[in-house]
């Protein structure tokens, strides 16, 4: 089963967490009820709920391994070593060696970035392995009908609910980008009519053979689960 990598799940789980806390704090140390909400709302500053928003939108983009956490793990970083530095310096629950560790400790929630492969996902957005459709090799018949030149009569190597490799002896017509209509045939009876990009070609090696990869530009839903059926047995 292909998961997303731990590190992400991880940074996630810790912002989230951390974001939470700043009501829960001040409802223990007030000692008032989490269901009061304006009460303990109107006790947050503007500092406070500017770091809860960016750990929520770092957990966000880390759960998304989206490269612009990058930019907002360290930007949380500084702001929460700012908001420490006011309530050691102005606070009277917590003292500047409190917060000044607090600062530390929380700088070691950058770590789960750099886990296994997340940071490898982080930096290359092509690489999300846990977003890709699963995959079946099965030879289905299939008219690719290009916008320009004849069209062909091919067969795929294999298959996905968001596109398809077809097996051409010569792809050469066909550049990567080129849209294209497919007709596929699957068990004999059901045809698929889409719209296709070319997004790859290949020539033959190893097993794999000389041919292109299309993503589905426009696929009905009544399709993509007749696909999604398909892949799975």
């Not at 070609?201 to 041919?211: F, L, Q, V």
Request: overall charge positive; proline content about 3%.
């Amino acid at each position: 089963m292909k998961r997303r990598p731990l590190g992400l799940t991880l940074y996630f789980i810790l912002m989230c967490s951390i974001a939470l806390s700043f009501p829960i704090q001040i409802c223990v140390l007030e000692e008032i009820s989490i269901w009061s909400i304006s009460t303990w709302w109107a006790q947050l500053t503007w500092l406070n709920v500017l770091v809860m928003s960016l750990m929520l939108i770092s957990g966000y983009l880390a759960f998304r391994a989206s490269n612009r956490i990058l930019v907002f793990a360290p930007l949380t970083l500084v702001f929460v070593a700012v908001n420490n530095w006011w309530v050691g310096h102005v606070g009277l629950n917590y003292s500047a060696i409190d917060t000044t560790t607090a600062t530390f400790s929380f700088a070691l929630t950058l770590a789960p970035l750099f886990m296994g492969n997340a940071y490898a996902a982080i930096r290359n957005q092509n690489i999300h392995w846990w977003r890709m459709a699963e995959r079946r090799r099965v030879n289905l018949p299939v008219v690719v009908h290009p916008w320009v030149g004849d069209s062909v009569v091919a067969t795929t190597f294999d298959i996905s609910e968001t596109g398809v490799f077809v097996m051409l002896k010569d792809e050469g017509e066909i550049n990567i980008g080129d849209l294209m209509q497919l007709r596929l045939n699957v068990s004999g009876h059901i045809d698929i009519r889409c719209t296709g990009r070319a997004v790859r070609k290949t020539s033959a090696r190893g097993e794999y053979p000389s041919g292109i990869g299309v993503i589905f530009e426009d696929l009905t839903p009544q399709s993509r689960k007749v696909l999604r059926d398909l892949t799975m047995h």
